[in-house]
């Protein structure tokens, strides 16, 4: 572990504990705040009341008249030091294969009515720009090299379900896209956009500032819980999940819509364990070891 140095720790008035583990967004860091929280979940402590890991951070909510200001910050620290000291830090989680539907029409349509004034480049289209910004050769290029690996769930939230999606690669492989010059104020339900590092999947419509991918058939949030991947809970993702992306053409999207009308649509997805060690040493192996996951799912 590359985080020698102790975590941040900030009271947000009497019942909120930030946790910042690094100033920047980094595989190392997400791990340790996802860790962290998975570590404060099983020991359920008294007044708890929420625990929300972030790309860098970890924010705990408490009822200070259950638990003491002084023993949060005690237990939290002694998680923080266990967590980094692991001979092995590994997760158990679980890959995840979602469908897009690449440069298709709605988010076309979209684009086309934000584009002078909004955005960087107003001829052309996002999927052309993120391409020329990365030094690719088209978009098809870009979108191949967006699905062929996988991603890690940072966190979940800025609007209900909205996960954000780190990719597991070497940094110089990165994809790199800056957002949007002046937010949309419309953005297609289920659109997958990039912005910054991250891939964002946006779970109900509304506006939005990241390049705009595609669009995706399966929902993410169902407040109503109909779909069986969200019988346990109304949100799919939850942080430190891993996802697979695989284009899709109209007709399979049509396909997917109808299921999922029907209620019998499911998310192909298997268990996994994540190890960090050694998805930083062999970033293209370790990758090929989760993917083959989905295969026997």
């Not at 970890?58 to 949060?72: K, S, T």
């Not at 349509?109 to 050769?137: I, M, W």
């Not at 430190?240 to 399979?252: L, N, S, T």
Request: proline share 7%; with cysteine.
């Amino acid at each position: 572990m590359t985080l020698t140095e102790h975590a941040r720790y900030s009271w947000g008035g009497d019942e909120f504990l930030l946790v910042e583990i690094a100033p920047d967004m980094s595989l190392e860091a997400n791990f340790v705040a996802n860790a962290m929280a998975a570590g404060l979940e099983e020991q359920e402590l008294d007044g708890i009341v929420d625990i929300c890991p972030a790309n860098a951070s970890l924010l705990i909510r408490f009822n200070p008249d259950e638990l003491p200001h002084a023993d949060l910050e005690r237990a939290v620290r002694a998680l923080e030091a266990e967590v980094k000291q692991a001979t092995v830090q590994e997760l158990n989680t679980r890959i995840i294969e979602v469908p897009v539907w690449y440069d298709d029409p709605f988010t076309s349509e979209t684009e086309t009515r934000f584009r002078e004034g909004y955005h960087q480049r107003p001829e052309g289209s996002d999927l052309d720009y993120s391409a020329e910004v990365n030094g690719l050769a088209n978009a098809a290029e870009f979108i191949r090299r967006h699905h062929e690996t996988p991603w890690l769930v940072s966190m979940v939230g800025f609007v209900a379900g909205l996960p954000f999606l780190f990719q597991l690669t070497p940094r110089e492989r990165q994809l790199q896209v800056p957002k949007y010059l002046s937010p949309r104020t419309d953005t297609p339900p289920l659109t997958l956009g990039y912005g910054g590092c991250f891939t964002a999947h946006y779970s109900v419509r509304g506006a939005g500032g990241y390049q705009m991918l595609g669009i995706t058939p399966g929902p993410i949030f169902d407040p109503e819980q109909k779909l069986p991947d969200f019988a346990d809970f109304m949100v799919l993702f939850r942080t430190g999940d891993i996802v697979k992306y695989r284009p899709i053409d109209e007709a399979e999207y049509t396909e997917i819509r109808a299921r999922v009308e029907a209620g019998t649509f499911r998310y192909k997805q298997a268990p996994v364990r994540f190890t960090l060690a050694e998805a930083l040493a062999d970033p293209d192996a370790y990758n090929r070891t989760l993917l083959e996951a989905l295969d026997v799912a």
